[in-house]
C-alpha cells in the first residue's frame, strides 16, 4: 500500500499543483436541486460562473420564502413552471450556454429541467432518496436516466452529481477509478472501493488534508482535461 500511496499522492501533487487552489465546490448535500444544477453547468465553465447561477437561484427561491437547502427535484421543476419556460429560466436564472458545441444544441437550463423531470419519474425527489439509490441497484437505473439528459452521457456529471450529494467516492464509477488506475498503472478492474477508500484516506492523512476534497479535485482535473482533448 505505501509504494501506492506514494504514487497516488505524487501523481496529486502534479496534477493538481498547489493544494489551497485546487476546485472546492459548495457543499450542499441536502439540496438536490442545487446539486443538478451545479453538475451541469459546471462542465467547460468557470466555477465563478456556476456560482453565479447558484446565487441567483438561491435569491429567487429565498423571495419565495423557500428552504433552498432542502430543495430537490419538485421545487425545482416548479421554478421553471414559474417562469414559464427554459428559455425565461435561462435568463432569469441560469444563462445561454448550450450543452454542446454542436448546432442547436439545447441550452443547459433545458437539460436542467430535464435531468429533473427524469429523476422524478425514476422515484428520486430528494438528495436522501439518491443516497437510499445508492444502496440498492436503483442506482444504475438512475444513473441510465441521467445519461439520456442532452450532454450528460460521458458520465462525467454523474460522477460529479453523485459527490454532491454525499454519495463516497469508493462508490462514484468511473472518473475517480480511472484516474487512480492510470496513476498506479493497471487496470480499472483492478482498481475497487476498498483500494478506492483507502489510498484517499491515507494520502489526506499524510498531507493533513480533507480527504472529501480528493475526488472533487481529481474530478475537476479530469474534466478539464478532457474539455482541452488531452484525455
Do not use: C
Amino acid at each position: 500500500m505505501d509504494v501506492r500511496v506514494d504514487a497516488l499522492g505524487s501523481a496529486l501533487h502534479s496534477d493538481l499543483g498547489d493544494h489551497a487552489l485546487w476546485f472546492r465546490p459548495r457543499r450542499y448535500p441536502d439540496s438536490l436541486a442545487l446539486s443538478i444544477i451545479d453538475a451541469i453547468f459546471s462542465t467547460g465553465a468557470r466555477y465563478a460562473t456556476v456560482e453565479n447561477i447558484l446565487d441567483r437561484y438561491i435569491a429567487y427561491r429565498d423571495g419565495q420564502g423557500g428552504d433552498v437547502a432542502v430543495d430537490g427535484a419538485p421545487e425545482l421543476l416548479t421554478t421553471f413552471a414559474e417562469v414559464g419556460s427554459p428559455g425565461a429560466w435561462a435568463q432569469d436564472i441560469g444563462n445561454r450556454r448550450p450543452t454542446s458545441t454542436t448546432p442547436g444544441a439545447p441550452l443547459k437550463a433545458e437539460a436542467v429541467k430535464e435531468a429533473a423531470t427524469r429523476l422524478l419519474a425514476a422515484g428520486i425527489s430528494t438528495a436522501e432518496d439518491f443516497r437510499s439509490a445508492a444502496d440498492s441497484d436503483a442506482l444504475q437505473v438512475v444513473r441510465s436516466v441521467w445519461r439520456e439528459v442532452p450532454g450528460q452521457r460521458s458520465g462525467f456529471t454523474w460522477a460529479y452529481l453523485q459527490l454532491l450529494v454525499g454519495i463516497p467516492a469508493l462508490r462514484v464509477d468511473g472518473v475517480v477509478a480511472t484516474y487512480i488506475a492510470r496513476v498506479l498503472d493497471v487496470s480499472v478492474d483492478d482498481v475497487d472501493g476498498d483500494l478506492v477508500s483507502g489510498l484517499i484516506a491515507e494520502v489526506a492523512r499524510r498531507n493533513e488534508w480533507d480527504e472529501r476534497e480528493i475526488p472533487m479535485a481529481i474530478w475537476r482535473a479530469e474534466q478539464r482535461a478532457r474539455s482541452s482533448g488531452s484525455r
